[in-house]
């Protein structure tokens, strides 16, 4: 049983096995809900099992063991030396596997397994006849009929994963060895009962160097805290984070927004893998993040008609602006006044925006402030998943118009609010909208991304259903990378 010890000791490679079945992205947050849930239904778990030990072979081959040194009593001959080095798997077939979720945890069996490995043998002996006898060669070593099995327990520790191996176990049905060069007697010295079994370990592995923030754009980044313990069933397992934004490369701000009750994940329709609910608190994180960096603001220098941004445009709507700077050429300095306050509704999203726009004069190279209207925006809005991002677009509804001061006299806010709107449907909108297009990044699953999405809003949430799909171009999940990473090198350090 040495060699097959040796193969199947670490349980950290079953504990980061399981780890990699599990998509992210988050923020530190006051609630023990967490502001994103991601639930992964029986299709989707039924695929991540696939997927895992399809990762697992893939990163564990080939697979180098430790050199295995063994004395044995040959009737006979005495006591000889035998020596396997260079021992090597180097290919790993599984025909088969289940997964099962339950109270006690999440189960995982692989069924019918065979492994390969190559390795270099010698022995040394001795008789009072022949003080030192030795002898080298190859074998080839094949275990069949494996059964591997875990499960596995997962609970959060102060916003990271704590993993445990409830359980564990293989049983091979059986090794056999062909070897190159060596006596028939050799064969008694290698031999490996006909079925093996391997009890369970009690193990623990806590993944506390996990990243705390995945970096979304230059100003913000995702805070990847796990909120609670995942919540396993017979037909799905659950996860919350708390999905927040934060000033990327800052420490995490905790933010105290109320939270209802969570969204349902149900989808109704065609089975699908994965279930994803957004609370629209992650868009209004996001939206304080970015205005308390000072971005929300815009300055508008052409527009389709260009006349209004020349004071000549204006000398009928306003004449002392005329007579005071006659011909001189405008801009419109748009800032929002506070973070705009999202709301997600059973049908669409709404969106409520305060603005400011000051009309600036450009006279002799100097910027010349004239008036300020407040504007009071109401906003709806759609999101979608586009290139395995959270995307959307918002429309105007309407607005309010007031005049906050003015150097020029009073303004007639009916004859300017045609100006207005037309800046804000044809500059101000489409330039949010670009933004918007490039959305919120979501979680890769090793090299697949979310496919045939289904949306739809409710509990103050955006849900969205969907199939993952390989990906074909781009990069890879940064966490995912990381993950790779953690894998290989915690196998090795255990082997």
Request: aromatic share 8%.
């Amino acid at each position: 049983m040495g060699l097959f010890s040796n193969f199947m000791a670490s349980n950290s490679f079953f504990l980061l096995l399981f780890l990699l079945i599990i998509p992210s992205y988050t923020h530190v947050c006051s609630t023990n809900e967490g502001s994103i849930s991601v639930e992964l239904f029986n299709k989707g778990f039924d695929f991540a099992k696939d997927l895992l030990i399809e990762k697992a072979i893939s990163s564990l081959t080939p697979l180098e063991l430790p050199e295995i040194e063994k004395a044995v009593k040959i009737p006979l001959i005495g006591t000889v030396h035998i020596t396997l080095s260079d021992l090597v798997i180097y290919k790993v077939n599984v025909s088969s596997s289940t997964a099962e979720a339950g109270d006690t945890g999440v189960s995982i069996v692989a069924s019918g397994a065979k492994a390969y490995m190559t390795s270099n043998w010698s022995y040394h002996y001795g008789t009072w006849l022949i003080p030192n006898i030795t002898d080298k060669g190859v074998a080839s070593i094949e275990f069949e009929g494996m059964e591997i099995g875990l499960t596995v327990d997962l609970k959060n520790q102060q916003g990271t994963l704590k993993m445990s191996l409830l359980d564990c176990g293989c049983h091979v049905k059986d090794i056999s060895i062909k070897m190159d060069g060596g006596a028939s007697w050799l064969y008694q010295g290698c031999y490996f009962p006909g079925k093996s079994n391997m009890g369970s370990e009690n193990s623990t592995l806590s993944l506390q160097s996990l990243p705390k923030a995945v970096k979304v754009d230059k100003i913000s980044a995702l805070n990847v805290t796990f909120v609670g313990d995942l919540v396993v069933t017979n037909s799905s397992i659950s996860l919350n984070v708390d999905g927040l934004f934060t000033v990327r490369d800052h420490a995490v701000d905790f933010y105290h927004y109320a939270r209802n009750s969570r969204a349902s994940m149900s989808c109704g329709g065609r089975p699908k893998m994965v279930g994803i609910s957004i609370h629209e608190n992650v868009l209004n994180s996001a939206s304080l993040v970015h205005f308390n960096a000072g971005v929300m603001h815009l300055i508008v220098d052409k527009i389709p008609d260009q006349s209004f941004l020349n004071t000549s445009g204006w000398k009928h709507i306003f004449p002392q602006l005329y007579q005071k700077y006659p011909d001189a050429d405008m801009n419109l300095n748009i800032s929002i006044t506070s973070p705009p306050i999202v709301k997600v509704e059973q049908e669409n999203i709404n969106v409520a925006s305060y603005a400011d726009v000051t009309i600036d004069v450009l006279d002799a190279g100097e910027v010349i402030p004239v008036a300020c209207i407040s504007l009071v925006i109401d906003l709806s809005g759609n999101a979608e998943i586009s290139n395995n991002n959270l995307s959307g677009s918002i429309q105007l509804n309407d607005f309010n118009m007031s005049l906050k001061w003015s150097a020029i006299g009073s303004l007639h806010m009916n004859l300017l609010k045609p100006v207005v709107e037309n800046v804000l449907r044809a500059v101000v909108l489409p330039s949010v909208n670009l933004h918007l297009w490039r959305g919120v990044p979501l979680p890769h699953f090793h090299g697949y991304m979310l496919h045939n999405a289904q949306i739809r809003y409710a509990d103050s949430s955006i849900i969205a259903c969907s199939d993952v799909a390989s990906i074909v171009r781009g990069n890879l999940d940064p966490l995912m990378v990381y993950y790779d990473r953690l894998f290989r090198e915690s196998v090795l350090e255990y082997i």
